[in-house]
């Protein structure tokens, strides 16, 4: 099938072959992929240049970690909420329309390769809870990479934005053979965040965005089937804001948290503001996180959510469940 390019393109691979620097290639070629014409005949081409874009990009780390002896970090990122996420992805993959449709946060989004600078954050409600989502500069930029894989290492969970439009897999492999070469790995697994022997494991989610699109359900199937063995995938769509609803669960969900609720002894529980702890936390966890004073003194606790009965009076190694209300008895 032909190709059709249209004279922008030309142009745009005239910057790239004049770029004599590792930036200005990288930032060419972003451009040239973003000027070509999104149908069949062109998945091809489009997949060729994401992988010199890949190769280019390798070359300027090494060629960056050389000259300055290691990474540099510019920002980092106040954590706020009860969890953080970010997003990560290619140029016009939609990751800032998705921020601005969850949050409160009002990025710049654009039809040009990068749009988003430096890091922005918004806070994203999701029932009695707000989660901090972190939108990022797209990956392989010389010029940001240090600080961002930073913020990505210190996130409790990555948010992998996909274009529907392009070559899902193409997008999925580069994107992760990416974070392989900062140490970072994609897990789907109960496991909390940690180091490993092979760097820093992460639960993170796909988002296929852009779902509003022909065939991109059939694209999506297909990736689907590919891809789930190794984390979670939604689509979306920001633009038409279909299934927002759901991506907000499936976040609350990789962030690995439980919301608990505490009550005084004879009195209601306080629903207004629930304490978030990590999944898998016990009695005796939640109580630290509370007040260090309740530690020594806590006898025991009773829960209505997950025991067998309302106010079973459970030990200190009772593992809390999402909901739980929590009454603590105090010596």
Same mark, same amino acid.
């Given at each position: 099938?032909?190709?059709?390019?249209?004279?922008?393109?030309?142009?745009?691979?005239?910057?790239?072959?004049?770029?004599?620097?590792?930036?200005?290639?990288?930032?060419?070629?972003?451009?040239?992929?973003?000027?070509?014409?999104? /149908?069949?005949?062109?998945?091809?081409?489009?997949?060729?240049?994401?992988?010199?874009?890949?190769?280019?990009?390798?070359?300027?780390?090494?060629?960056?970690?050389?000259?300055?002896?290691?990474?540099?970090?510019?920002?980092?990122? !106040?954590?706020?909420?009860?969890?953080?996420?970010?997003?990560?992805?290619?140029?016009?993959?939609?990751?800032? #329309?998705?921020?601005?449709?969850l949050t409160n946060a009002t990025p710049v989004i654009a039809e040009y390769p990068i749009s988003t600078l430096i890091p922005l954050s918004g806070m994203m409600p999701f029932e009695?809870?707000?989660? !901090?989502?972190?939108?990022?500069?797209?990956?392989?930029?010389?010029?940001?990479?240090?600080? $961002?894989?930073?913020?990505?290492?210190?996130?409790?969970?990555?948010?992998?934005?996909?274009?529907?439009?392009?070559?899902?897999?193409?997008?999925?492999?580069?994107?992760?053979?990416?974070?392989?070469?900062?140490?970072?790995? $994609?897990?789907?697994?109960?496991?909390?965040?940690?180091?490993?022997?092979?760097?820093?494991?992460?639960?993170?989610?796909?988002?296929?965005?852009?779902?509003? /699109?022909?065939?991109?359900?059939?694209n999506f199937i297909r990736f689907k089937e590919r891809y789930s063995h190794l984390c979670p995938c939604i689509s979306v769509s920001a633009l038409k804001k279909e299934s927002l609803?759901?991506?907000?669960?499936?976040?609350?969900?990789? #962030?690995?948290?439980?919301?608990?609720?505490?009550?005084?002894?004879?009195?209601?529980?306080?629903?207004?503001?629930?304490?978030?702890?990590?999944?898998?936390?016990?009695?005796?966890?939640?109580?630290? #996180?509370? /007040?260090?004073?309740?530690?020594?003194?806590?006898?025991?606790?009773?829960?209505?959510?997950?025991?067998?009965?309302?106010?079973?009076?459970?030990?200190? #190694?009772? $593992?809390?469940?999402?909901?739980?209300? $929590?009454?603590?008895?105090?010596?």
């Amino acid at each position: 099938m032909p190709a059709n390019l249209p004279p922008e393109y030309f142009e745009a691979e005239r910057r790239f072959k004049q770029a004599s620097t590792p930036a200005e290639k990288i930032f060419a070629l972003e451009e040239l992929i973003a000027k070509i014409p999104k /149908h069949k005949g062109t998945d091809r081409l489009r997949g060729d240049l994401r992988r010199k874009l890949s190769q280019l990009k390798k070359e300027a780390e090494v060629a960056r970690r050389s000259k300055k002896g290691g990474k540099s970090y510019i920002y980092v990122v !106040q954590r706020e909420g009860a969890a953080q996420a970010a997003l990560v992805g290619f140029p016009n993959s939609g990751k800032s #329309s998705i921020l601005a449709s969850l949050t409160n946060a009002t990025p710049v989004i654009a039809e040009y390769p990068i749009s988003t600078l430096i890091p922005l954050s918004g806070m994203m409600p999701f029932e009695d809870i707000q989660i !901090q989502l972190v939108d990022l500069p797209p990956i392989g930029n010389e010029s940001t990479d240090g600080w $961002v894989s930073g913020i990505l290492r210190t996130a409790d969970a990555l948010l992998l934005v996909l274009d529907l439009t392009e070559d899902l897999e193409a997008q999925a492999d580069l994107l992760i053979e990416q974070l392989g070469r900062w140490r970072i790995y $994609v897990i789907k697994s109960h496991l909390l965040d940690s180091e490993s022997s092979i760097g820093i494991l992460k639960r993170a989610l796909f988002i296929a965005n852009k779902k509003d /699109h022909q065939d991109s359900e059939e694209n999506f199937i297909r990736f689907k089937e590919r891809y789930s063995h190794l984390c979670p995938c939604i689509s979306v769509s920001a633009l038409k804001k279909e299934s927002l609803e759901g991506l907000k669960r499936e976040i609350f969900i990789i #962030s690995r948290i439980i919301r608990v609720y505490s009550k005084p002894p004879g009195k209601e529980p306080d629903f207004s503001m629930p304490f978030t702890i990590a999944s898998g936390s016990t009695v005796l966890e939640l109580a630290e #996180s509370i /007040h260090k004073d309740f530690v020594p003194n806590l006898v025991f606790a009773r829960i209505w959510g997950s025991a067998k009965f309302g106010g079973q009076r459970v030990e200190k #190694s009772y $593992v809390l469940k999402d909901r739980d209300i $929590v009454e603590f008895h105090i010596s």
